[in-house]
T-cell receptor
Framework: DAGITQSPRHKVTETGTPVTLRCHQTENHRYMYWYRQDPGHGLRLIHYSYGVKDTDKGEVSDGYSVSRSKTEDFLLTLESATSSQTSVYFC?????????????FGNGTRLTVT | GDSVTQMEGPVTLSEEAFLTINCTYTATGYPSLFWYVQYPGEGLQLLLKATKADDKGSNKGFEATYRKETTSFHLEKGSVQVSDSAVYFCALSDPASGGSYIPTFGRGTSLIVHP
């Protein structure tokens, strides 16, 4: 769906290490989003991007940073991973917003911080 | 701010039973409403949407009607199948939330259908 590839699909890392998750899309969608999914919380927005080099914070952005140097790639970095960041991370893209087009999701990255 | 409230799950049904998953919302503006479905091990995918009051979205036998007077968008299906077992998310996108129309999601409702 919308050619969204997340990598890696699974990762185990130790507390205190930096981690980068990658989202790659082939549909030339302008908007990209990073969410985390946790039991009891549903989906929570971490960061989003509305164009190359244009990003903004979501509701749970502490401890995360993002970069978007090309339309097709949106990177999420955990600067110093903590156990509370163990989660499933989803990238989503959107072609446009004005007519409320839907989001297209990748298949997620399961991150475990030990 | 905007919010979406869904009934808590899991909802457990036998095959061919009638399904209703309740969803209510609060929004500053006049939002568009969505249902997404997440199958095990996958990301969310759009199931249906409605963009104005009294619109009915439908797909794969699922339906939901945009009820502005009750601020609701309940998901229904007349006869569920085992393959419908998944997590269902209600969501809204509000033009009054700023230029980026950031979607707001409910917490999801797990549906388990037994043969």
């Amino acid at each position: 769906d919308a050619g969204i590839t997340q990598s890696p699909r699974h990762k185990v890392t130790e507390t205190g290490t930096p981690v980068t998750l990658r989202c790659h899309q082939t549909e030339n969608h302008r908007y990209m989003y990073w969410y985390r999914q946790d039991p009891g919380h549903g989906l929570r927005l971490i960061h989003y991007s509305y164009g190359v080099k244009d990003t903004d914070k979501g509701e749970v952005s502490d401890g995360y940073s993002v970069s978007r140097s090309k339309t097709e790639d949106f990177l999420l970095t955990l600067e110093s991973a903590t156990s509370s960041q163990t989660s499933v991370y989803f990238c989503a893209t959107r072609d446009r917003v004005q007519d409320n087009s839907p989001l297209h999701f990748g298949n997620g990255t399961r991150l475990t911080v030990t | 701010g905007d919010s979406v409230t869904q009934m808590e799950g899991p909802v457990t049904l036998s095959e061919e039973a009638f399904l209703t998953i309740n969803c209510t919302y609060t929004a500053t503006g006049y939002p568009s409403l969505f249902w997404y479905v997440q199958y095990p091990g996958e990301g969310l995918q759009l199931l249906l949407k409605a963009t104005k009051a009294d619109d009915k979205g439908s797909n794969k036998g699922f339906e939901a009607t945009y009820r502005k007077e009750t601020t609701s968008f309940h998901l229904e299906k007349g006869s569920v199948q085992v393959s419908d077992s998944a997590v269902y998310f209600c969501a809204l996108s509000d033009p009054a939330s700023g230029g980026s129309y950031i979607p707001t999601f409910g917490r999801g409702t797990s549906l388990i259908v037994h043969p």
